[in-house]
């Protein structure tokens, strides 16, 4: 499902314009958005967690050299889907 399924979906469920739509998407991937930069989680109840994690820095290596590298301390994105949601996908 792609951005503007979701407007189309929207569009046809609610009564909203197309327009009006593709705002509503917009203003909530952009609250989602700055909400995860800000480091703060996300719950929705019946779906799952958005949460931001710090991986710390750590060895690697080149796989086509095999030299050992330092890979950089960085931020990560991670999804926990909630009971409700797994059940749902592993009961089709």
Avoid: C, H, W
Wanted: aromatic share 6%.
């Amino acid at each position: 499902m792609t951005k503007a399924d979701l407007i189309e979906n929207i569009y046809l469920k609610t009564g909203f314009s197309k327009k009006e739509s593709a705002e509503i998407v917009e203003q909530v991937f952009d609250l989602i958005k700055s909400t995860l930069e800000n480091g703060e989680k996300i719950k929705v109840a019946g779906f799952g967690n958005f949460v931001v994690k710090e991986k710390s820095s750590r060895r690697g290596r080149n796989p086509q050299t095999g030299d050992e590298i330092e890979i950089t301390s960085r931020k990560i994105l991670t999804f926990k889907p909630s009971q409700v949601l797994k059940s749902m996908i592993n009961d089709q």
